[in-house]
């Protein structure tokens, strides 16, 4: 399949034109991401690796509407505009501590349905549910200061999963896990989008993980390579 192919299929969720990132840190501009385009298509299994330091976060971050690209464009043809995003269409798994400090660990994967206006009967069995599958029923009444960072990780995609969105960002979600866990947590997010058309974005450094995803795009020193398969 040709890179022009995959460029012009209109019917994506996330679609990154000619994106650059650039900080200032004290002064000097570094530049996160150099002119990334990618697509983002219902059913995709994407794997964006890299070394730290190469961008992942950045292009993560842009592709869920969390930060805007310095030049360059970022649109969700299928699933609206910025504001349609989150809570609902997209869920994001931060690779850096996301709960709600003042809520517990159910509270905090009950939130986003609450804030869909559910139910707090059916946002708080929907939690329960996640939290089962996830094996965290025993963190339910936790704070987030409470936890070890690997119960976090798995809180936070618990939280991502329950508004069942179209597109899951995940940002290096089994870094602190130990190989057993990491492949439940895996498992679970497969299984979670099993029979949708939900797209899967993970960057890791996992190779366990990449090898499970079927696309693999590379980011080197913010130049993005992505895989047309
Ligand atoms: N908020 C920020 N302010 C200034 N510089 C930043 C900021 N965020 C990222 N950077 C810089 O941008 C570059 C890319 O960072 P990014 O976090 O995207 O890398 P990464 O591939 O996710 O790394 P890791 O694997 O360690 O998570 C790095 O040089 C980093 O120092
Ligand atoms: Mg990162």
């Not at 592709?63 to 699933?79: A, F, H, I, N, Q």
């Not at 200061?145 to 995609?157: F, I, P």
């Amino acid at each position: 399949m040709s890179a022009e192919y995959y460029m012009d299929k209109p019917d994506c969720f996330i679609k990154v034109e000619n994106a650059v990132r650039t900080y200032n840190q004290g002064g000097i501009r570094v530049e996160a991401l150099k002119s990334a385009s990618c697509r983002v298509l219902p059913h995709d299994r994407i794997a964006v690796v890299g070394p730290s330091g190469s961008g992942k976060s950045s292009l993560l971050h842009i592709m869920g509407g969390l930060d805007k690209p310095t030049t360059g464009s970022v649109s969700w043809p299928l699933l609206g505009g910025p504001e349609s995003l989150r809570p609902g269409r997209l869920g994001f798994v931060s690779q850096t501590r996301s709960l709600v400090s003042s809520l517990n660990v159910l509270e905090n994967i009950a939130l986003p349905l609450l804030l869909l206006d559910h139910d707090y009967e059916e946002a708080k069995n929907t939690a329960e549910d996640l939290l089962r599958i996830m094996g965290l029923m025993d963190i339910a009444n936790k704070q987030p200061d409470e936890l070890s960072g690997g119960q976090l990780q798995r809180a936070a995609v618990a939280r991502a999963l329950s508004t069942r969105p179209k597109v899951i960002l995940a940002d290096e979600p089994t870094g602190q896990l130990d190989h057993t866990t990491a492949d439940h947590l895996l498992g679970v997010l497969f299984e979670h989008i099993r029979d949708t058309d939900t797209a899967l974005v993970i960057a890791t450094h996992d190779r366990d993980v990449a090898r499970r995803m079927d696309k693999k795009w590379k980011m080197q020193y913010g130049i993005l390579e992505v895989e047309a398969v």
